[in-house]
């Protein structure tokens, strides 16, 4: 079922990935292939934020293509996944950086960690904001009668 606002969905997709915590995000190599990690996003709403290394894989990938997908899955509860699919883009401004940092250190764990150990500061090089806007997020709920009648789709127009 197709939802036309994201304020449909907001309060279930938040519950679901913020406690789900880890999710799959697949990028494409420069040969089209795709290529998967595991990450922690934090959601603001319909944006999400990834602390994550500037110099790594992800930089090459998505300087060719922006997009990513991301699959959340609960292991207590595998029939509610969540996927979105989103442009990714980094974030460069140090005061939106630091922002995030603030985030995800003052954000309670499990979802928020401090990132000094892995990244040093805001301002390191290596410190990496990438700013996820999804084009579609699915709600799953398995068993359904179909597959349109298992999901709650909403796409950013």
Known sequence: MEVTHFSEIEA?????????????VATVDDRQRPRSRILHPIWEGATGWIATHRNSYKNKHLAQNPFVSLAYINTA?????????????????????????????????????????????????NFGVLKLTPWRIALVNFPAPSHEAGQRIWRRH
């Open 12 to 24: 279930e997709f938040i519950q679901r990935v913020h406690s789900i915590i880890w999710c799959n």
């Open 77 to 125: 509860d595998i029939m509610k996944p969540v996927y979105v699919d989103c442009t990714a883009e980094w974030v460069n401004d140090l005061a939106e950086k630091q922002r995030i940092w603030e985030l995800f250190l003052n954000t309670p764990s499990p979802l928020g960690f401090d990132p000094a150990p892995d990244f040093i500061s805001p301002s390191h090089e």
